[in-house]
């Protein structure tokens, strides 16, 4: 569809309308700054974000609306702050702290931009439908390598295959385990698997990421059946009668486990990494990195290289030496 071209006139109106909210929104802030500056400071996790609010958890448990200051920066989903309650219901961010890990992905201006922080472990949620794309799977896996975070594959809705068909479709994807990371069978509908999946969980800060439809939010609901609704807190639903989650949001378990429920993507892009960083993002690929006869080998076809030698050996699984091709090929193009 064409789209629609705004006229000069329109474009200052609306550039006008942004700095006004902007404006109101400063106002605001600073506003309840002043009401918080004699109330003590204190320790708080993002839970979610909506725009330039936050919804904070204490460390009671209990959760606050907070508003912050634009010059903070970037504030996402399982952030650790420092914050002072303005009002009852309100308070105020004053400071971000430091991060261990950081989740993110470049916007459409190529910046970095964090989805959520603090996390210790990825999970990659597949399921038969929507049908899974290795292609995306092994972009998380990078991404997973890269920030020094654990990773595992759940594969969800168990329940829609026969049991032979399932095995099938377990079967697809062993050559993941065979390099380290688990594959968990489950159905979030007849909550089949569930406790091996809370293994897992327990004492990590997990992010649950994939296509939308795969059951993220399901499954998240199958964890933690008696939840508080979080979700409703900050935007009163959109009225349009879809599911689809449109922010991260943090969860807490019984067994020390956090877990984060993110928006489904069609696809995601890795961020301005070097050629060397994303041959590391494939752990399999160790043992043979700078070994092949070429010193600057690109594994495309070259004689003399470890890693297509380990491919026809079948030491590494020939769609993931072809993802990892085109994902070179990739950053080639937006350097
Ligand atoms: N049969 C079956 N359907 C499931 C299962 N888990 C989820 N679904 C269905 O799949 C659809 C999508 O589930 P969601 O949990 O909203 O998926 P999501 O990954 O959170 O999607 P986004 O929020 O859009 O990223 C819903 O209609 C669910 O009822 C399952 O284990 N079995
Ligand atoms: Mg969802
Ligand atoms: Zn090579």
């Not at 939308?212 to 939010?217: A, L, R």
């Not at 486990?257 to 050629?275: A, N």
């Not at 003399?304 to 072809?322: F, N, Q, S, W």
Request: contains cysteine; aromatic residues 4%.
């Amino acid at each position: 569809m064409a789209q629609r071209r705004l006229t000069n006139k329109q474009r200052q109106r609306i550039a006008k309308l942004q700095e006004d909210r902007q404006k109101r929104l400063s106002k605001r802030v600073e506003q309840a700054l002043l009401a918080a500056e004699d109330s003590d400071t204190r320790q708080g996790r993002v839970i979610s974000r909506h725009g330039q609010h936050l919804l904070v958890r204490d460390e009671q448990g209990k959760k606050h609306h907070c508003l912050f200051r634009q010059n903070l920066g970037e504030i996402v989903c399982g952030d650790r702050v420092l914050w002072q309650s303005a009002s009852n219901d309100q308070g105020v961010v004053v400071s971000l702290l430091p991060r261990d890990t950081v989740l993110s992905r470049p916007d459409y201006s190529g910046r970095d931009k964090p989805l959520a922080a603090n996390i210790t472990q990825l999970i990659v949620v597949l399921a038969p439908k929507p049908a899974p794309t290795g292609y995306l799977t092994d972009q998380y896996l990078v991404a997973a390598e890269l920030i020094g975070v654990k990773a595992l594959i759940t594969l969800n809705k168990a329940d829609l295959l026969k049991e032979n068909e399932w095995q099938q479709f377990l079967q697809q994807f062993s050559h993941y385990q065979a390099i380290g990371y688990p594959l968990v069978g489950v159905s979030a509908h007849k909550e089949h698997g569930l406790e091996p999946l809370l293994q897992k969980l327990a004492n990590e800060t997990s992010i649950l990421v994939g296509q939308s439809g795969v059951g993220k939010s399901s499954l998240i609901n199958a964890l933690i059946p008696h939840r508080e609704e979080t979700v409703g807190e900050l935007s009163q639903a959109s009225g349009l009668g879809r599911h689809t989650t449109s922010v991260a949001t943090l969860h807490f378990l019984d067994n020390g486990g956090e877990i984060i429920d993110s928006p489904g993507v069609r696809s995601f892009r890795l961020g301005r990494i070097s050629r060397q960083q994303l041959e590391q993002g494939f752990r399999e690929f160790t043992p043979y990195l700078g070994g092949c006869q070429s010193s600057n080998c690109t594994h495309h076809s070259e004689p003399g290289c470890l890693l297509i030698d380990a491919m026809k050996r079948g030491d590494i699984h020939p769609e993931r030496l072809k993802n990892f091709l085109h994902m070179a090929e990739q950053l080639e193009k937006t350097r």
